[in-house]
């Protein structure tokens, strides 16, 4: 008895939450979209120096996948610590590839 | 008495896809293989940046690249991203219907981009003679993206796997995390092409 009074309570809770959730997921796919707007209009209106436009268009990217990994991909949820380390960690080996592969072809 | 599984309003945690220890294994083992799979991408996008410019003599980023196409593909493949969002929304609301339909507009959207890749790289090979074996700049071009697109290929196959076998059964504990693992390979998906449609292809305009 005293469980099932508690029920509704709950459930309602939990939808409200998961309402709330979707709402932030859907204000960063609506970031997304913009910043893959702006990158291309940054490209396509030819106005800008490269030197402005590479680094612009590769920020722009970094945020987006930012977006993607903590809300898509739930990163910024409890309960997230070691997938996050597991992809930093990705990350940390990916950027050191990158730069050997890059020093050895510029330098 | 029994040892049904399914979910059902009362019974349903609040994450079925990591409610068991088989489904929590699933969803840390995902995620060790995309930590690798960065790595795997950022060799490649690595050997891109390195040899973008050695076109023996064939055709350049400049003369190849339109940005048309590319928009539309990003575009169904952000979306695409945004569709699975909502399926495994409502996988956590327990409705299967609705998860399915949403995982079955993911993976239309997933063939609209493969088939626009199809297009654009018959498009470099028949007018342009661009192939992988033009130049350096070919091979590492057909290899980040053909690899991207032979990932879009295997997610649209084990999506569509996981959809036709648990059509009958419904959600329970034990199929949860594999839609979820799905979902995050996907997202992941999405993550790669937006350093894809930056470096290769907007970087390739700029010059």
Known sequence: MTNNTNTNHVDSFEKRKKKEEMKKQLISFALMIGFTIIAFIAVAADVMEPMFVVPLILILAVVQVAFQFYYFMHM??????????????????????LAGLILIVWW | MSHDHSLNPETMPQEPEKATLEGRNKFYGLWFFLGGET????????????LRNSTAGGPASTDLFGLGLVFAMTMILLTSSLTSVY??????????????????????????????????????IID??????????GSAFYTLVGFHGGHVTFGIAW???LMVRNAKRGLNLYNA???????????????????????????????
């Open chain 2, 87 to 124: 399926a495994m929304y409502h996988m956590k609301n327990n409705d299967f219907k609705k998860m399915q339909l949403w995982l079955a507009i993911t993976a239309f959207l997933g063939l609209s981009f493969l088939a626009l890749e199809i297009y654009e790289f018959t498009h470099y």
């Open chain 2, 39 to 50: 790595v795997l991408f950022a060799s490649f996008f690595g050997t891109y940046i390195a």
């Open chain 2, 159 to 161: 999506l569509m796997a």
């Open chain 1, 76 to 97: 910024k949820d409890k309960d997230h610590e070691m997938p996050a380390t597991l992809m930093y960690g990705g990350v940390w080996a990916a950027a050191l590839t």
């Open chain 2, 128 to 137: 342009y003679g661009f192939t992988f074996r033009s130049s350096a700049f």
């Open chain 2, 177 to 207: 995390p594999k839609f979820y693992t799905f979902s995050l390979y996907w997202h992941f998906i999405d993550v790669v092409w937006v350093f894809i449609f930056t470096v290769v292809y907007l970087m390739g305009r700029v010059g």
